[in-house]
């Protein structure tokens, strides 16, 4: 099991983003906010000390235009792909003027272990 979280968090933060678990959002943000999500953290491969892990995030982009949201989405993009991680979709909203840009992630990722610890 693994947990990129926080190297997501500092990757986001080098360039000038600031990344928010999508649990704790409220409406004291400001736009465009860029919020993420783990989806999926499941074993690829066991072996007896490392294995490969499936990791999935979703990212949204929130703005108050849909320039500032494509112009946000780039930049996550980016910093995304540096980070060896797959763009597996994208669907753009838009709710009451409030845009919205929901990206989704994948990378396979290998982790090591020693079989019977915990």
């Given amino acids: 099991m693994m947990?990129?979280?926080p190297e997501l968090i500092d990757?986001?933060?080098r360039k000038g983003i600031t990344l928010?678990?999508?649990s704790v959002q409220d409406s004291?943000?400001?736009y465009p906010l860029v919020t993420y999500s783990l989806d999926t953290d499941t074993d690829n491969a066991v072996g007896d000390t490392l294995g490969y892990d499936n990791i999935g995030y979703t990212i949204?982009?929130?703005a108050r235009s849909k320039a500032e949201m494509a112009a946000t989405s780039i930049k996550v993009d980016i910093i995304m792909k540096m980070l060896r991680f797959e763009r597996t979709g994208g669907l753009e909203q838009v709710n009451g003027g409030l845009y919205r840009k929901i990206m989704t992630y994948?990378?396979?990722v290998r982790e090591?272990?020693?079989k019977g610890e915990t």
């Fill in 112 to 114: 090591v272990y020693t």
């Fill in 11 to 13: 990757a986001f933060a």
């Fill in 20 to 22: 928010i678990d999508e």
């Fill in 60 to 62: 949204n982009i929130w």
């Fill in 28 to 30: 004291y943000n400001t």
């Fill in 106 to 108: 994948y990378k396979i």
């Fill in 3 to 5: 947990d990129l979280s």
